[in-house]
T-cell receptor, first 116, second 112 residues
Framework: DTEVTQTPKHLVMGMTNKKSLKCEQH?????MYWYKQKAKKPPELMFV???????INESVPSRFSPECPNSSLLNLHLHALQPEDSALYLC???????????????FGPGTRLTVL | KNQVEQSPQSLIILEGKNCTLQ??????????LRWYKQDTGRGPVSLTI?????NTKSNGRYTATLDADTKQSSLHITASQLSDSASYIC???????????FGAGTILRVKS
């Protein structure tokens, strides 16, 4: 299995809702990432987990709460979002944290989030 | 400032033709350079990854070059197909930490 899967593919939520995005990989990767991508813009890093521990939070608002329950799963819990949070949310994984050598990041297909 | 600039912003070519996309970077310290293909509304898919010591790498009809002295890279697509229509993103990995510096991408449209 050489892919990163994300669910749901699409999500529409109101500003008072609580929802979660899910990401899964079975490549034995120990680093997992959340990115946010607005239309026609490059992805922006949000969080990095390394060996199930949060290692980087790029000053993301607390209405986004990441969770890594085990080495294969990564969740992003959403609460009290704003319309400007509407975007494509991408999950990625790599063998380990860092960019040395061929430490490739594999991306999932993304979740298209719309906040009303 | 660490930046990756890509040109052209967009490109339209006829099916079967070749094209070359450009990437200039000012990222330091440099670790590696990656080219990704991203279809609309989908996640990026890796095409090539090159480290400092490599100056060319191929993946089927895609050939990437890297000149670490001039800090330039190119992605050459041979015999283009309609399915090549996508955004092509140049990404530079910094040696320390986890930062990937993304270019804005080149939108390629292949017409029949």
């Amino acid at each position: 299995d050489t892919e990163v899967t994300q669910t749901p593919k699409h999500l529409v939520m109101g500003m008072t809702n609580k929802k979660s995005l899910k990401c899964e990989q079975h490549m034995g990767h120990r680093a997992m990432y959340w990115y946010k991508q607005k239309a026609k813009k490059p992805p922006e890093l949000m969080f990095v987990y390394s060996y199930e521990k949060l290692s980087i939070n790029e000053s993301v608002p607390s209405r986004f709460s990441p969770e890594c329950p085990n080495s294969s799963l990564l969740n992003l819990h959403l609460h009290a979002l704003q319309p400007e949070d509407s975007a494509l949310y991408l999950c990625a994984s790599s063998h380990r944290q860092g960019n040395i050598g061929y430490n490739e990041q594999f991306f999932g297909p993304g979740t298209r989030l719309t906040v009303l | 400032k660490n930046q990756v600039e890509q040109s052209p912003q967009s490109l339209i070519i006829l099916e079967g033709k070749n094209c070359t996309l450009q990437c200039n970077y000012t990222v330091s310290p440099f670790s590696n350079l990656r080219w990704y293909k991203q279809d609309t509304g989908r996640g990026p898919v890796s095409l090539t990854i090159m480290t400092f010591s490599e100056n060319t790498k191929s993946n089927g009809r895609y050939t990437a070059t890297l000149d670490a002295d001039t800090k330039q890279s190119s992605l050459h697509i041979t015999a283009s197909q309609l399915s090549d229509s996508a955004s092509y993103i140049c990404v530079v990995g910094m040696e320390y930490g986890n930062k990937l510096v993304f270019g804005a991408g080149t939108i390629l449209r292949v017409k029949s």
